[in-house]
């Protein structure tokens, strides 16, 4: 079975920074889209960021743009998530993601899913 693993959530003030891991098996990483997702309490599961397999394109939702950053070290098996000026409306579960194909902002369009990490920003 797939295990996507995240770590690097917790608590923080706004305006703070966070940077959340993912592990991954490396044919993932070597194949695969992979992407961060969020879900507010109540909320459906929103699209972050992706990156494709070779790191040469990234996409974000615009209201992270310059101040998340998406990157991967394939030598680590890890997907980054660089959070910075955090928000309280950025406060959700991560989950990182895989998908086979096209970058997608759908999280049907995603195969292997993480169980998730907690961020909760202060005001």
């Known amino acids: 079975q797939v295990q996507l693993v995240e770590s690097g959530g917790g608590l923080v003030q706004a305006g703070g920074s966070l940077r959340l891991s993912c592990a991954a098996p490396?044919?993932?990483?070597?194949?695969?889209?992979l992407a961060w997702f969020r879900q507010a309490p109540g909320k459906e599961r929103d699209f972050v960021a992706a990156?494709?397999?070779?790191?040469?394109?990234?996409s974000y939702v615009d209201s992270v743009k310059g101040r998340f950053a998406i990157s991967k070290d394939n030598a680590q098996n890890t997907l980054y998530l660089q959070m910075n000026s955090l928000k309280a409306e950025d406060t959700a579960v991560y989950y990182c993601?895989?998908?086979?194909?096209?970058?997608?902002?759908?999280?049907?369009?995603?195969?292997?899913w993480g169980q998730g990490t907690p961020v909760t920003v202060s005001s």
């Open positions: 993601a895989a998908a086979g194909y096209l970058i997608s902002s759908s999280p049907t369009d995603y195969n292997y």
């Open positions: 990156i494709t397999s070779n790191g040469g394109s990234t």
């Open positions: 490396g044919f993932i990483f070597r194949s695969y889209i």
